[in-house]
């Protein structure tokens, strides 16, 4: 696996990396953290919590970890907010340490913010880890089609590869276990909105919506359960 990704730089300072054998990014080109930013903490976090402002607690699932990108932003906003957070994250491929520590995010770059980051990555799997007062982090090494939800979510945020170099995880079984996994009310937000996604997720039960991408992407999609 590690022979088959390379690092390379985006266009706002973040690098992000290549699956050089899928010739698929984990992130936009445009901007990794750009990108993380608009659809899942901006579309997703925090639209879910304008929703719900009397929250103090949040559920997320990821699908799946990456870079670990979208769970620091998460990370650093509940910090920031006073949000508590429990955040699960799967991933079939982690990254060897070699390609965490040569991650560069100019806008994550503090003392602080490169530890968690290191954290995310460098945690037992399959155990809950309050990596800061506001944030309990488990991560689980398996694939979507095997994971056991932990209860409900309020969010899921659905990174997964392109339904072209990865099908299986844009199936009607898939997106209707998403479904299921989400309390009522909940959102799963993806940069991902093709047409036969939409009405997939349709099908499953979702309230979907196109609303505008990141920088380089004119759609996306949040999908709410009812």
């Known amino acids: 696996m590690e022979g088959n990704i390379s690092i390379f730089l985006t266009r706002d300072g973040s690098t992000s990396l290549l699956r050089t054998d899928l010739k698929e990014p984990y992130h936009s080109r445009y901007g990794a953290v750009t990108e993380s930013r608009h659809v899942f903490l901006r579309e997703g976090l925090e639209y879910f919590m304008g929703k719900y402002p009397c929250r103090t607690f949040v559920r997320i699932f990821e699908t799946g970890l990456g870079t670990g990108l979208n769970a620091l932003i998460t990370g650093i906003h509940a910090a920031d907010s006073g949000l508590n957070v429990r ?50 982090f488990r991560k689980f090494y398996v694939r979507l089609e095997d994971f056991v939800p932990q209860g409900l979510y309020d969010i ?63 759609e996306m999609v949040r999908a709410t359960r009812p």
């Open 156 to 218: 899921i945020y659905y990174d997964a590869f392109s339904p072209l170099v990865q099908p299986e995880l844009w199936t009607s079984g898939i997106l209707q276990k998403l479904y299921d996994m989400l309390e009522r009310g909940g959102i799963l937000v993806t940069y991902c909105s093709r047409s036969v996604v939409r009405k997939t997720m349709v099908e499953a039960g979702f309230i979907v919506e196109k609303i505008p991408g990141p920088p380089g992407k004119r």
């Open 87 to 136: 955040y699960h994250s799967i991933e079939c491929n982690p990254i060897p340490p070699e390609l965490v520590n040569a991650l560069i995010f100019p806008q994550y770059q503090s003392a602080e913010h490169v530890f968690l980051l290191q954290q995310i990555h460098s945690v037992r799997e399959d155990v809950v880890h309050k990596i800061t007062p506001s944030f309990a």
